[in-house]
């Protein structure tokens, strides 16, 4: 079984300044990592995601994510943001793919919600 | 933006009758699936499809049944809806479910109240 946990449910800041939203994950095989962001009353659109390789991710609006697997963590950051960054951002995991009877499940965390203020 | 329509968008309802949300696509992916989001929990998957008439139960299944009779539309019922369903829902699909080279992309949701 899998779980995640974003260890903040709210985080302010102000504009320009920097932010880290954490999370955990737990697992007893290899994942995927992801980090999904909701806008106000909009669906769920995907920032970044962890696959293998590298472990410092780049994604859109200007996000990364650095996965560590002893630690078990897979933090998303950006160092300057902006009033429009301002959302609910979920983390999630997947099980790798590996043919068969992988669905791509995946399980979220319960989200952190990050307020920029001006 | 992926062609995924939610409908309705809106609905309130009372205890005791059937609810029906439709997840309605235009991208001919293979992989459909409904989750709801409740605050402190984030999403949880209900049921998922993985061809027309295979689905399989995700994690809160009880009191959720689904239909996949054609590929673009995937189907949630509340069989006897209950104010613990009051929740906003979400579809997402997906054309793969490898996630090395596809992504889940997601509906604009269904908020659904249950009085």
């Known amino acids: 079984a899998q779980s995640v946990t974003q260890l903040d449910s709210q985080v302010p800041v102000f504009e320009e300044a920097p932010v880290e939203l954490r999370c955990n994950y737990s697992?007893?095989?290899?994942?995927?990592l992801f980090w999904y962001v909701q806008y106000p009353n909009q669906g769920l659109q995907l920032l970044l995601k962890?696959?293998?390789?590298?472990?410092l991710v780049k994604g859109i609006n200007g996000f990364e994510a650095e996965f560590n697997k002893s630690q078990t963590s897979f933090h998303l950051r950006k160092p300057s943001v902006h009033i429009s960054d301002t959302a609910e951002y979920f983390c999630?995991?997947?099980?790798?793919?590996?043919?068969?009877?992988?669905?791509?499940?995946?399980?979220f965390g319960q989200g952190t919600i990050l307020t920029v203020h001006p | 933006d992926a062609g995924i329509t939610q409908s309705p968008r809106h609905k309130v309802t009372e205890t005791g009758t059937p609810v029906t949300l439709r997840c309605h696509q235009t991208?001919?992916?293979?992989?459909m699936y409904w989750y709801r989001q409740d605050p402190g929990h984030g999403l949880r998957l209900i049921h998922y499809?993985?061809?027309?008439?295979?689905?399989d139960k995700g994690e809160v299944s009880d009191g959720y049944s689904v239909s996949r009779s054609k590929t673009e539309d995937f189907l949630l019922t509340l069989e006897s809806a209950t104010s613990s369903q009051t929740s906003v829902y979400f579809c997402?699909?997906?054309?793969?479910?490898?996630?090395?080279?596809?992504?889940?992309?997601f509906g604009p949701g269904t908020r659904l109240t249950v009085l």
């Open positions: 997402a699909i997906s054309e793969s479910p490898d996630a090395s080279t596809d992504t889940q992309y």
């Open positions: 697992s007893s095989v290899s994942v995927y």
């Open positions: 962890y696959l293998s390789g590298s472990t």
């Open positions: 999630a995991v997947s099980d790798r793919y590996a043919g068969g009877t992988s669905y791509g499940k995946l399980t």
């Open positions: 991208e001919n992916h293979r992989y």
């Open positions: 499809s993985y061809g027309v008439k295979d689905t």
